[in-house]
């Protein structure tokens, strides 16, 4: 066991238990350790202890080697001679703490360095990766983050909306000539520019003067400019400038609160606008009442909103109703898997026995070849049915059997001598075509 102390204490001191050692140090003198952990304390110490121990070793056999006999050898070390021993421990102690401590520094310098590097390194390779990934969904979609990407994205959605819109006019894609604008529509003979823009902000007044520029240069009066993301710097959201005999339409969608299909629908109502304007004379004055324009805008938009809505409305409806049929055809096939399954459950409760032509007696056909036969069965189909009786007659025409819930209660045999009624095998009755032996007949069935 290791223990310190704070007490100055000039030299180690050693007590001995059996094999269990007390060591005391005076750490003042060996500030290294103070810094150390327990571990790190008693594995350089057991290092002390064994490199001192190996130097004892040597300074015993020097002391051997000094004697001039074997039993001169001194057993024990002289005060001198420990004090040496234990001044080489401290420095060696002392120099050793340093070095450890030099390679504690280097180590945790190297892995400080590293982790740094590697966090480096998966920073650099994560931020590789995304922008690899950016640029593959650039190339797939054809979308950028950037506002001249998006633009060209507003813009080509346009020109489908205007191509489907005016089938028969002319639209031209001027985006890449100068001072031409995005495109130029030939609208029943009124030629007009169209100007789109995507910005974060609104569109400032120098990009509404560039139109007006380059309706000046390709000598055009009509033009409108459409900003899908912001505001137009001094326009409200739907409005119309004239200077001279220029006119244009400005068309935006501040804060974004407006869908691209009602800022479409407002480009159409646009076109139509600055074509009624065309069709008035050159020397006639236009007075323009913006206000009422403006109001007209805004029914509109309500209306597109509407119509819009209503649009929705009806998409949802038939979902409902598809949903509905196909729910009802789902039934269909599920009733008929169930009339199939019961029909099958119908079938396999019935037996089918083997059907006889059944031929009826000629004396029962012909009541002239056995006037007795036929009114005796007659008679007997008289009582069975006032007894609520079953009678059944077989194809030879001998034989009557007497049916009651479904119990055979008994057989009447119809010869030509004679007939006789015979009940449970035990009861036999020849019987006369007279009332006495109706009654009887009666009489005896019921027993």
């Known amino acids: 066991m ?3 102390t704070s007490s100055d204490i000039s030299n180690s001191s050693i007590t001995s238990n059996s094999t269990n050692f007390n060591l005391k140090i005076n750490l003042t003198k060996y500030p290294l350790l103070i810094e150390m952990d327990d571990i790190q304390k008693n594995k350089v110490l057991m290092n002390f202890i064994k490199n001192g121990y190996k130097l004892y070793e040597e300074v015993i056999k020097y002391k051997s080697l000094q004697s001039d006999t074997i039993d001169d050898k001194p057993s024990v070390l002289d005060e001198k001679t420990s004090s040496e021993i234990f001044d080489f421990m401290n420095a060696t102690i002392n120099k050793l703490s340093k070095d450890l401590s030099a390679k504690i520094q280097s180590t945790d310098e190297y892995i400080d360095k590293r982790i740094t590097n590697l966090v480096k390194e998966s920073v650099d390779k994560l931020s590789s990766n995304i922008t690899q990934i950016n640029s593959a969904v650039d190339r797939i979609t054809g979308v950028s983050y950037n506002s001249s990407i998006k633009g060209k994205v507003v813009e080509k959605s346009l020109e489908e909306f205007l191509t489907n819109e005016f089938k028969y006019s002319v639209l031209e894609n001027t985006s890449k000539l100068a001072s031409s604008g995005d495109f130029i529509l030939n609208y029943n003979n009124t030629r007009m520019i169209i100007e789109s823009k995507a910005y974060t902000n609104d569109v400032d007044t120098a990009e509404v003067n560039k139109l007006k520029t380059d309706m000046n240069k390709q000598q055009i009066n009509y033009g409108i400019i459409v900003s899908f993301t912001s505001g137009i710097s001094k326009h409200s959201v739907f409005d119309i400038e004239t200077i001279d005999d220029k006119h244009i339409i400005f068309i935006s969608n501040p804060n974004n609160k407006f869908s691209n299909e009602q800022i479409y629908n407002e480009v159409s109502l646009g076109v139509r606008i600055l074509n009624i304007l065309s069709t008035r004379t050159t020397n006639i004055s236009v007075n323009i009442n913006k206000d009422k324009i403006t109001e007209c805008a805004d029914k509109f938009r309500i209306v597109i909103n509407n119509m819009s809505k209503l649009k929705a409305n009806m998409n949802n409806v038939k979902k409902e109703v598809d949903q509905t049929i196909a729910t009802l055809n789902e039934m269909e096939i599920s009733f008929r898997q169930e009339l199939n399954n019961i029909t099958q459950e119908v079938q396999n409760c019935i037996q089918f026995n083997e059907w006889k032509q059944f031929s009826f007696p000629e004396w029962l056909i012909n ?3 056995d006037k007795k036969k036929y009114n005796t069965y ?9 007894l609520n009786i079953k009678s059944t007659i077989n194809s ?3 034989q ?3 049916i009651k819930d479904n119990n055979n ?3 009447i045999k119809l010869l030509k001598s004679k007939t006789s009624f015979v009940k449970d095998c035990d009861c ?3 019987l006369e075509l ?3 032996s109706r009654e009887l007949l009666i009489k005896l069935i019921n027993m």
């Not at 007659?378 to 006032?386: K, L």
């Open 2 to 4: 290791i223990s310190d």
């Open 367 to 369: 009541k002239q070849s």
């Open 378 to 386: 007659f008679m007997i189909n008289e009582v069975c049915e006032s």
């Open 396 to 398: 030879l025409g001998d």
């Open 400 to 402: 009557i059997a007497l």
């Open 409 to 411: 209660i008994g057989y």
């Open 428 to 430: 036999k009755l020849e």
């Open 434 to 436: 007279n009332e006495f």
